[in-house]
């Protein structure tokens, strides 16, 4: 780009005419962008005064680029990350990590109608049914996906597919390990070969079935790494209306295996150790299984779980989106796990009007809600009511950033997965027992059955709770 520097034609005091310049092309400097983080400063720079006409000729100075104010100040993007995100992360690990138990012996030491009712939710339903304590396990799962929106949305961004789909799969077998040796790995079995054969390192070609017998290779933290790994491959490969596609496939998919395929039963039966998955569990999956010869976390219910995870996205994605505004996003949120909610319960065989005689789904349709099975219906109730407290939870920190009254719940979130590890390991709520004396202490002798029964769940909380402000103020995040 060029600009023009002709000046009328003047005359000196002598009475000369002054020259004229000529054009001269004057390039236009590229205006450097400022740093996203930091503040822009602009430095007010002298200017020397112009000369007089009888100095001379008059010539057209580029501007230096060192005084060139960036052209348009730009406030620093604000972070991408989710403070609500991190405090609904937290919120579903403070049950797990002792605020069950505090609830719990509450409900001991106070026994009425009230607590009664709270202890029977913070408890598994046996097999049919819902309970809010069923809702803490597929709740993470869920959260993982919408994590992922943000975190693999960036890794593309930065590093494009390739790498984005290697950091899903690396992370997703050291995860996987982690659950595999957090179950005690190969160390139960070892135990077994040095009792029986006194051999401190095991023959695993002539014993391999011993070796094994005892390797939960399917558990929590197993379900959490599959469902990360294959969701995450999912959205780096598909967009999102084939992964919408997907998600519908695979939880249809999982009904209609059970629906279809009956071992050893007449017709199709979703009772325990009568169905499809507890059979591939018993006859195809080995080591360790949780309830006998099946496991809740076996192999075909991984797929509802996926499913799940994959809802997860749908709502990082929108969360994610600029398109929308705070009010609208909560909004969507809310109301769309409201939707699930229903289609999950009506699935379930919920009568429509919740009336006598109401209508609903055809036997044969119908999808019962059992956590064990993690039945299509049961990833459609959690992931609706996860759904819903994300939509409030983003509202009250996000939009109306009351974000202090979420602060323990962020501490927990941003360390969940280790935090959780350090609860279960270490066994804080028994060493919170030591730490106060237990029965036969002295103390215990001399104290009431209240303290007793409360004080040693309630310290341990208290100690999981400092370690994760300790960890969160020293910006101490473990990730796997």
Same mark, same amino acid.
């Given at each position: 780009m060029t @600009?023009?520097?002709? %000046?009328p034609e003047t005359s000196s005091d002598s009475g000369q005419p002054v020259a004229v310049p000529q054009e001269i092309p004057v390039q236009e400097l590229p205006v450097a962008e400022p740093p996203a =983080?930091? %503040?822009? $400063? $602009?430095?007010? $720079?002298? !200017?020397?005064?112009?000369?007089?006409?009888s100095d001379g000729p008059r010539a057209i100075i580029p501007p230096s680029p060192a005084v060139v104010p960036y052209a @348009?100040? @730009? =406030?620093?993007?604000?972070? +991408?990350?989710?403070?609500?995100?991190?405090?609904? #992360?937290? &919120?579903?690990? &403070?049950?797990?990590?002792?605020? /069950?138990? $505090? =609830?719990?012996?509450?409900c001991k030491q106070w026994n009425t109608k009230a607590t009664a009712i709270v202890a029977e939710q913070l408890d598994h339903v046996p097999w049919r049914g819902f309970h809010f304590y069923d809702l803490i396990f597929p709740m993470f799962v869920f959260i993982v996906g919408v994590s992922m929106v943000f975190s693999l949305s960036k890794a593309v961004e930065r590093g494009g597919k390739a790498a984005a789909v290697r950091r899903v799969i690396i992370r997703g077998i050291v995860l996987y390990l982690l659950g595999v040796i957090y179950y005690g790995g190969f160390s139960h079995s070892f135990g077994y070969m040095y009792k029986h054969h006194h051999q401190p390192v095991p023959d695993i070609s002539s014993n391999f079935g011993k070796v094994i017998a005892d390797i939960r290779f399917l558990g929590v933290l197993q379900r959490i790494a599959i469902s990360y790994m294959v969701t995450g491959l999912l959205f780096c490969l598909f967009k999102p209306r084939t992964l919408m596609i997907i998600c519908a496939g695979l939880l249809l998919l999982y009904w209609g295996l059970l629906v279809a395929v009956h071992p050893g039963q007449e017709h199709h039966s979703y009772d /325990?150790?009568?169905?499809?998955?507890?059979?591939?569990?018993?006859?195809?999956?080995?080591?360790?299984?949780?309830?006998?010869d099946h496991d809740p976390e076996g192999i075909l219910s991984t797929i509802p779980a996926i499913g799940g995870c994959l809802l997860g996205v749908f709502a990082g994605l929108l969360l994610h989106t600029p398109r929308l505004g705070g009010y609208q996003k909560a909004g969507l949120l809310v109301v769309g796990g409201a939707l699930l909610i229903l289609i999950g319960m009506v699935?379930?065989?919920m009568p429509i009007n919740l009336q006598e005689g109401g209508w609903t789904l055809p036997e044969l349709a119908q999808f019962p809600v059992i956590k064990k099975l993690w039945t299509s219906s049961f990833v459609m109730l959690t992931a609706g009511c996860a759904s819903v407290l994300l939509g409030v939870f983003y509202l009250v920190i996000d939009v109306w950033k009351l974000r202090i009254i979420a602060a323990p719940f962020v501490w927990i979130g941003m360390n969940a997965i280790t935090l959780y590890l350090v609860w279960n390991i270490f066994e804080l709520d028994k060493l919170a027992s030591r730490f106060i004396g237990g029965s036969g202490t002295e103390l215990g002798k001399h104290s %009431?059955?209240? &303290?007793?029964?409360?004080?040693?769940?309630? !310290? =341990?909380?208290?100690?999981?709770?400092?370690?994760? #402000? &300790?960890?969160?103020? #020293? +910006?101490?995040?473990?990730r796997v």
């Amino acid at each position: 780009m060029t @600009t023009s520097a002709t %000046p009328p034609e003047t005359s000196s005091d002598s009475g000369q005419p002054v020259a004229v310049p000529q054009e001269i092309p004057v390039q236009e400097l590229p205006v450097a962008e400022p740093p996203a =983080a930091a %503040p822009v $400063v $602009v430095t007010a $720079v002298p !200017v020397a005064a112009p000369a007089k006409v009888s100095d001379g000729p008059r010539a057209i100075i580029p501007p230096s680029p060192a005084v060139v104010p960036y052209a @348009t100040p @730009t =406030a620093p993007k604000p972070s +991408q990350r989710l403070i609500s995100l991190d405090a609904l #992360r937290g &919120f579903d690990m &403070f049950w797990i990590i002792g605020a /069950e138990n $505090v =609830a719990m012996a509450i409900c001991k030491q106070w026994n009425t109608k009230a607590t009664a009712i709270v202890a029977e939710q913070l408890d598994h339903v046996p097999w049919r049914g819902f309970h809010f304590y069923d809702l803490i396990f597929p709740m993470f799962v869920f959260i993982v996906g919408v994590s992922m929106v943000f975190s693999l949305s960036k890794a593309v961004e930065r590093g494009g597919k390739a790498a984005a789909v290697r950091r899903v799969i690396i992370r997703g077998i050291v995860l996987y390990l982690l659950g595999v040796i957090y179950y005690g790995g190969f160390s139960h079995s070892f135990g077994y070969m040095y009792k029986h054969h006194h051999q401190p390192v095991p023959d695993i070609s002539s014993n391999f079935g011993k070796v094994i017998a005892d390797i939960r290779f399917l558990g929590v933290l197993q379900r959490i790494a599959i469902s990360y790994m294959v969701t995450g491959l999912l959205f780096c490969l598909f967009k999102p209306r084939t992964l919408m596609i997907i998600c519908a496939g695979l939880l249809l998919l999982y009904w209609g295996l059970l629906v279809a395929v009956h071992p050893g039963q007449e017709h199709h039966s979703y009772d /325990e150790g009568k169905n499809l998955t507890n059979y591939i569990d018993a006859h195809y999956l080995p080591g360790f299984k949780w309830d006998g010869d099946h496991d809740p976390e076996g192999i075909l219910s991984t797929i509802p779980a996926i499913g799940g995870c994959l809802l997860g996205v749908f709502a990082g994605l929108l969360l994610h989106t600029p398109r929308l505004g705070g009010y609208q996003k909560a909004g969507l949120l809310v109301v769309g796990g409201a939707l699930l909610i229903l289609i999950g319960m009506v699935w379930g065989g919920m009568p429509i009007n919740l009336q006598e005689g109401g209508w609903t789904l055809p036997e044969l349709a119908q999808f019962p809600v059992i956590k064990k099975l993690w039945t299509s219906s049961f990833v459609m109730l959690t992931a609706g009511c996860a759904s819903v407290l994300l939509g409030v939870f983003y509202l009250v920190i996000d939009v109306w950033k009351l974000r202090i009254i979420a602060a323990p719940f962020v501490w927990i979130g941003m360390n969940a997965i280790t935090l959780y590890l350090v609860w279960n390991i270490f066994e804080l709520d028994k060493l919170a027992s030591r730490f106060i004396g237990g029965s036969g202490t002295e103390l215990g002798k001399h104290s %009431p059955d209240w &303290f007793l029964r409360l004080a040693p769940p309630i !310290v =341990a909380l208290a100690m999981i709770l400092l370690l994760a #402000r &300790f960890l969160y103020k #020293r +910006q101490i995040f473990l990730r796997v």
